[in-house]
């Protein structure tokens, strides 16, 4: 298994400013994933961020928004740049699992509201 | 691209009664699906994971099926507590890439 904290658990924003969320893992892991939750819907990817490459974003997403850092291998950020209260969602962050079984792991996740 | 139902939206039961989560996909191609447990405002709980190979997995009070072929999981959940009440989430895992599905808000009555 894996445990992974974030920080920070919960924040409030003034619109047009930005925050980092930070991911921290317990174990070397090669891809860390980044998740938004939006209010009453389900999880939906933003990127996949390998350590050594560019993050991989999927459809909708874009680096300028949603810069991704991965310094090493048990960490990683996700930045969220000029905020819009559309941002406000709970981020998550996930790994797989080292046992090879694929069985993800989430942080407990970072609650923005975006005023 | 792959779609993940999950019916009902919301259930409510009293405690003690025995319960079915359903989850339905429309692309069979799937390395894995996994259930989790999500309390609100906050992450998700891995509760269960079953691999395409098998069939079935249990945890305690927790039975997850698979049924590949025709693209269903159920999570069956016995003798249901106060405490179970949370988001059962299912979550579809393909090459590269997991979905998730819509979520099943369980409320338990005491």
């Known amino acids: 298994s894996a445990v992974i904290s974030q920080k920070p658990s919960r924040d409030i924003c003034q619109r047009g400013t930005s925050l980092t969320i930070q991911c921290q893992v317990d174990s070397q892991v090669t891809m860390m994933f980044w998740y938004r939750q939006q209010p009453g819907q389900s999880l939906t990817l933003i990127a996949t961020?390998?350590?050594?490459?560019?993050?991989?974003?999927e459809s909708g997403f874009v680096i300028d928004k949603f810069p991704i850092s991965r310094p090493n291998l048990t960490f990683s950020t996700l930045t969220v740049s000029n905020m819009s209260p559309e941002d406000s969602s709970i981020y998550l962050c996930?790994?797989?699992?080292?046992?090879?079984?694929?069985?993800?792991?989430f942080g407990p996740g970072t609650r923005l509201t975006v005023t | 691209k792959q779609e993940v139902t999950q019916i009902p939206a919301a259930l409510s039961v009293p405690e003690g009664e025995n319960l079915v989560l359903n989850c339905s996909f429309t692309d069979s191609a799937i390395y894995n699906l996994q259930w989790f447990r999500q309390d609100p405002g906050k992450g998700l709980t891995s509760l269960l994971l079953?691999?395409?190979?098998?069939r079935e997995q249990t945890s305690g009070r927790l039975n997850a099926s698979l049924d590949k072929s025709s693209g269903r999981s159920t999570l069956y959940i016995a003798a249901s507590q106060p405490g179970d009440s949370a988001t059962y989430l299912c979550a579809v895992g393909g090459y590269q890439k997991v979905t998730f599905g819509t979520g099943t808000k369980l409320q338990v009555i005491p």
């Open positions: 996930s790994v797989d699992g080292t046992s090879g079984s694929n069985e993800q792991y």
């Open positions: 961020a390998n350590q050594g490459s560019e993050a991989t974003y």
């Open positions: 079953i691999q395409s190979s098998q």
